[in-house]
């Protein structure tokens, strides 16, 4: 099994800047890709951004130029700083990571508990 444990979120005001932190941890294990979903009430789930193990970011329209995700390699750690937040950032944000798993020839995905951002006006 690999656990996410995430950090940062809060409430802050519009124009504010949050960072959010997940680190992966289990045993024998090798990261795909880390990245962040958020949920707002009366909403689906959409993807806010991802980063592969090689660098390659994804970001959905709404947060590109305010959002910037990277990962520590590491220390399986995905960080994204949020910058220039709106309400419409208000959400529980959940990390994300597909991994590989020793004795396995599929990936797994898996999801943190949540953190949440609220951004007031």
């Known amino acids: 099994q690999v656990q996410l444990v995430e950090s940062g979120g809060g409430l802050v005001q519009a124009g504010g800047s949050l960072r959010l932190s997940c680190v992966a941890s289990?045993?024998?294990?090798?990261?795909?890709?880390m990245g962040w979903y958020r949920q707002a009430p009366g909403k689906q789930r959409e993807l806010v951004a991802t980063?592969?193990?090689?660098?390659?970011?994804n970001y959905t329209d709404s947060v590109k130029g305010r959002f910037t995700i990277s990962m520590d390699n590491s220390k399986n750690t995905v960080h994204t700083q949020m910058n220039s937040l709106t309400p419409e950032d208000t959400a529980v944000y959940y990390c994300?990571?597909?991994?590989?798993?020793?004795?396995?020839?599929?990936?797994?995905?898996?999801w943190g508990q949540g953190t949440q951002v609220t951004v007031s006006s």
């Open positions: 980063i592969t193990s090689g660098g390659t970011t």
């Open positions: 289990g045993i024998a294990f090798s990261i795909y890709l």
């Open positions: 994300y990571a597909v991994v590989s798993r020793l004795g396995y020839r599929y990936a797994f995905a898996y």
